[in-house]
C-alpha cells in the first residue's frame, strides 16, 4: 500500500472530481442540446464512461482502502451523469455504452 500522503493527495482528487461531476449534474440538467457543441458533449461522455472503465486504475480499492466510500461516491455521481446525458443525448449514449461491452468481452 501506498502511504498517508499520497491517500491525502487522491483523497483531494476525488473531492474535486465529485464537486465538478455534481456541477456537470445540474448543468446538464437545465442545458438543452443546442447549448452546447458535439465537442464538449462528447467530452462529458468520455469522462463519464473514464470513470467508469478506469477507476480501478485510478483508485484501487486495493491499495486505498480508506478512499472506498469516497471512490463510491464518485461512481454514483458519475452514473446520474450518464443518465443526465443520456436524456440529452439517448442514442449516442447508448451507442457508446455497448461499444464499451463489445470492446470488453
Same mark, same amino acid.
Given at each position: 500500500? !501506498?502511504?498517508?500522503?499520497?491517500?491525502?493527495?487522491?483523497?483531494? !482528487?476525488?473531492?474535486?472530481?465529485?464537486?465538478?461531476?455534481?456541477?456537470?449534474?445540474?448543468?446538464?440538467?437545465?442545458?438543452?442540446? /443546442?447549448?452546447?457543441?458535439?465537442?464538449?458533449? !462528447?467530452?462529458?461522455? $468520455?469522462?463519464?464512461?473514464?470513470?467508469?472503465?478506469?477507476?480501478?486504475?485510478?483508485?484501487?480499492?486495493? /491499495?486505498?482502502?480508506?478512499?472506498? $466510500?469516497?471512490?463510491?461516491?464518485?461512481? $454514483?455521481?458519475?452514473?446520474?451523469?450518464?443518465?443526465?446525458?443520456?436524456?440529452?443525448?439517448?442514442?449516442?449514449?447508448? /451507442?457508446?455504452?455497448?461499444? /464499451?461491452?463489445?470492446?470488453?468481452?
Amino acid at each position: 500500500p !501506498k502511504g498517508a500522503s499520497d491517500a491525502s493527495t487522491y483523497q483531494r !482528487k476525488l473531492a474535486v472530481e465529485c464537486i465538478f461531476c455534481s456541477a456537470c449534474i445540474r448543468f446538464v440538467e437545465c442545458c438543452p442540446q /443546442e447549448g452546447l457543441t458535439g465537442t464538449l458533449w !462528447k467530452g462529458l461522455e $468520455d469522462f463519464v464512461f473514464d470513470w467508469l472503465i478506469h477507476a480501478d486504475r485510478v483508485v484501487s480499492q486495493a /491499495e486505498y482502502p480508506s478512499l472506498i $466510500d469516497l471512490r463510491g461516491l464518485l461512481l $454514483d455521481l458519475v452514473s446520474q451523469l450518464l443518465g443526465a446525458l443520456s436524456a440529452i443525448r439517448f442514442s449516442l449514449v447508448t /451507442e457508446r455504452f455497448f461499444n /464499451e461491452l463489445n470492446i470488453r468481452r
